[in-house]
């Protein structure tokens, strides 16, 4: 069974272009969640949604950001226009609906560097 | 606002001794914890949880304790192998809730 895939695994870009990662989540999986990891903040939570329905976005740092999930099996998240402050792992992650315990799954993460 | 510490960044450790990560939390409605371990180039995978009914769980070589009148957990992994050299990450939730909130993450070097 195919994990949580993500692309692309590695991204450079200049100062100002429009970014987009993209997410497969795990098949029967209702939750999906966007991570950002640095070394200042770590690991931490920028969206995540429920059945394709955005739930809580507070993360999100910027209006810069946006994140979309179209149907059950694919997000983007969205950086336009990126800043190099913007360089970072993004993680996205899913976890099935209706369990007891709050596991949730991660993908491998895209590196993204903004010169 | 840190609401999960993981004070110790990193840790070394001799092949077959036990490693010990420390993780503190502090919001109260957290009732459920897990342990994350990421290594370089991968995203962080499940490793261990426990909730708040318990004190400790167990899972061959890895146990975690929790201390919630302290708000303080910990993971212990013996006997510690080179294999186990990673970033350990902690992560609390509520039940009732759909998230999760990390700690900043302990590098583990285990040296043969």
């Known amino acids: 069974d195919a994990g949580v895939i993500q692309s692309p695994r590695h991204e450079v870009t200049e100062m100002g272009q429009e970014v987009t990662l993209r997410c497969k989540p795990i098949?029967?999986?209702?939750?999906l969640f966007w991570y950002r990891q640095t070394m200042m903040r770590g690991l931490e939570l920028l969206i995540y949604?429920?059945?394709?329905?955005?739930?809580?976005d507070s993360g999100m740092p910027e209006d810069r950001f946006s994140a979309k999930m179209p149907n059950a099996s694919f997000s983007t998240l969205k950086i336009q226009p990126s800043e190099p402050r913007d360089s970072a792992v993004y993680f996205c992650?899913?976890?099935?609906?209706?369990?007891?315990?709050?596991?949730?799954?991660f993908g491998p993460g895209t590196r993204l560097t903004v010169l | 606002d840190q609401q999960v510490k993981q004070n110790s960044p990193s840790l070394s450790v001799q092949e077959g001794r036990i490693s010990i990560l420390n993780c503190d939390y502090t919001?109260?409605?957290?009732?459920?914890f897990l342990w994350y371990k990421k290594y370089p180039a991968e995203g962080p995978t499940f490793l261990i949880s426990?909730?708040?009914?318990?004190d400790k769980n167990e899972d061959g070589r890895f146990t975690v304790f929790l201390n919630k009148s302290a708000k303080h957990l910990s993971l212990h992994i013996v006997p510690s192998q080179p294999g186990d050299s990673a970033v350990y990450f902690c992560?609390?939730?509520?039940?009732?809730?759909?998230?999760?909130?990390f700690g900043g993450g302990t590098r583990l070097m285990v040296k043969p």
């Open positions: 992650a899913s976890r099935p609906s209706g369990t007891f315990y709050n596991e949730q799954f």
């Open positions: 098949s029967g999986h209702d939750y």
């Open positions: 949604f429920n059945n394709n329905v955005p739930i809580d």
């Open positions: 919001n109260s409605m957290f009732d459920y």
């Open positions: 426990i909730s708040s009914i318990k």
């Open positions: 992560a609390a939730s509520a039940l009732t809730g759909n998230m999760l909130t």
